[in-house]
């Protein structure tokens, strides 16, 4: 059973330092999504993907983040010049359109920046 | 995920019903999800519940929903330790059509053997 995987699971980084998570998700999928998520919060959209096309940017998504899916597969999400505030999980979830819409999240990639 | 609103804690006896309620505000929203949290873990999906539906059964798992107040509840019977973690409601806008999931802050559940 592949499910939606992201990697790394965490990263520590100093500030002013680019990070990079990469995220696959299920083999059929073709929208892929992007939400943060701060302690004691629930997760927060950032972005979403349908094939290549990202189609809906949230206003938390800032100029330093850069989130691409070339091929309509497999995501990276960038930050640049990270911050303190950016430290926070990265969950990646993905989904079929049309079934019902049933969105599946990763494992999340822990981001500390120190 | 101010939107949408849960209580922050429950805690339940091993062996009871949990009922873990929630509210949204936007009327328009099609699907309305129940997912699981273990610490430092991802999101699990439990279930979800189109809005012209008033309930869904899964097992253990009993979803209602009430659209005109606008609340969906999650009732787990025969809970067990191991359904402690945080869970999560969340509404679909746009018809569905999109991915934005507005999620609320969660509610701990704690299981007491």
């Known amino acids: 059973d592949t499910g939606v995987s992201q990697d790394p699971r965490h990263k520590i980084t100093k500030r002013g330092q680019n990070v990079t998570f990469r995220c696959d998700p299920i083999?059929?999928?073709?929208?892929l999504y992007w939400y943060r998520q701060t302690l004691g919060q629930g997760p927060e959209f950032l972005t979403y993907?349908?094939?290549?096309?990202?189609?809906?940017k949230s206003r938390l998504l800032s100029d330093r983040f850069s989130a691409e899916r070339p091929k309509g597969s497999f995501s990276t999400l960038e930050i640049q010049r990270t911050e303190q505030g950016d430290s926070a999980m990265y969950l990646c979830?993905?989904?079929?359109?049309?079934?019902?819409?049933?969105?599946?999240f990763g494992e999340g990639s822990w981001l500390t920046v120190v | 995920g101010e939107d949408v609103e849960q209580s922050l804690f429950l805690s339940v006896r091993e062996g009871d019903s949990s009922v873990i309620n929630c509210t949204y505000t936007?009327?328009?929203?099609?699907?309305l999800y129940w997912y699981k949290q273990e610490p430092g873990a991802g999101l699990q999906l439990l279930t979800y519940?189109?809005?012209?539906?008033d309930m869904k059964q899964d097992q253990r798992l009993t979803v209602l929903l009430n659209k005109k107040d606008k609340h969906l509840s999650l009732r787990i019977a025969d809970t067990q330790t191991g359904d402690s973690a945080i869970y999560f409601c969340?509404?679909?806008?746009?018809?569905?059509?999109?991915?934005?999931?507005?999620f609320g802050k969660g509610t701990k559940l704690s299981v007491k053997p």
């Open positions: 993907f349908q094939n290549e096309a990202q189609l809906e």
């Open positions: 979830a993905s989904s079929l359109q049309g079934r019902g819409n049933t969105i599946y």
């Open positions: 519940i189109f809005s012209n539906m």
């Open positions: 969340a509404e679909s806008r746009y018809g569905g059509s999109q991915g934005n999931l507005i």
């Open positions: 083999s059929e999928h073709n929208r």
């Open positions: 936007d009327s328009s929203s099609t699907y």
